[in-house]
T-cell receptor, first 112, second 115 residues
């Protein structure tokens, strides 16, 4: 099972770009990298997913280098409402059951 | 929109009681999951199910059981609740793995307190 490592916490200010890097040295060939966001007292919410290179959607970008041993979630121009915990996960396809392993996440605090 | 609902947002039970937590999803997902979340420990997988009447143990199944009699419903059972099972319980569902589509959808969570 591929394990992920990410910073415990980060601080930023409104309007700045935030980059959260995650390492996953043991990622398997078929694994996807997925990021979730969680607000207090809510379930996690899917943000973005990728396999290699760069993926962009309306809320974030995901950069994955060629060796896929790390990935970086980029949040452009954060606002106070982006204060949350961000989880980096590597999809475990053992048995095809889509089992994901959640780590402790990165607690992002956005300040005015 | 995908909807995953959980039977209660808050629940208080006594030690030794049998506790049922229900989860329902409306997207015809094959997979369903139960997690618990505790401060500093992130989300930990208790059980998951990939089909009706099928179940697999996650990382921390001790003290729990599950039931999936219908595709849309996945129940978590605490046979004899203990204080160390006080936690936030989260249910999730997803399609079977598809290329680039292993997103899990989570419910709002049930905060269970065992006294």
């Amino acid at each position: 099972l591929a394990k992920t490592t990410q910073p415990i916490s980060m601080d930023s200010y409104e309007g700045q770009e935030v980059n959260i890097t995650c390492s996953h040295n043991n990622i398997a060939t078929n694994d996807y990298i997925t990021w979730y966001q969680q607000f207090p007292s809510q379930g996690p919410r899917f943000i973005i997913q990728g396999y290699k290179t760069k993926v962009t959607n309306e809320v974030a970008s995901l950069f994955i280098p060629a060796d896929r041993k790390s990935s970086t979630l980029s949040l452009p121009r954060v606002s106070l409402s982006d204060t949350a915990v961000y989880y980096c996960l590597v999809g475990d396809r053992s048995g095809g059951y889509n089992k994901l392993i959640f780590g402790a996440g990165t607690r992002l605090a956005v300040h005015p | 929109d995908v909807k995953v609902t959980q039977s209660s947002r808050y629940l208080v039970k006594r030690t030794g009681e049998k506790v049922f937590l229900e989860c329902v999803q409306d997207m015809d997902h094959e997979n369903m999951f139960w997690y618990r979340q505790d401060p500093g420990l992130g989300l930990r997988l208790i059980y998951f199910s990939y089909d009706v009447k099928m179940k697999e143990k996650g990382d921390i199944p001790e003290g729990y059981s599950v039931s999936r009699e219908k595709k849309e419903r996945f129940s978590l059972i605490l046979e004899s609740a203990s204080t160390n099972q006080t936690s936030m319980y989260l249910c999730a569902s997803s399609f079977k793995f598809r290329e680039g589509a292993n997103e899990q959808y989570f419910g709002p969570g049930t905060r269970l307190t065992v006294t």
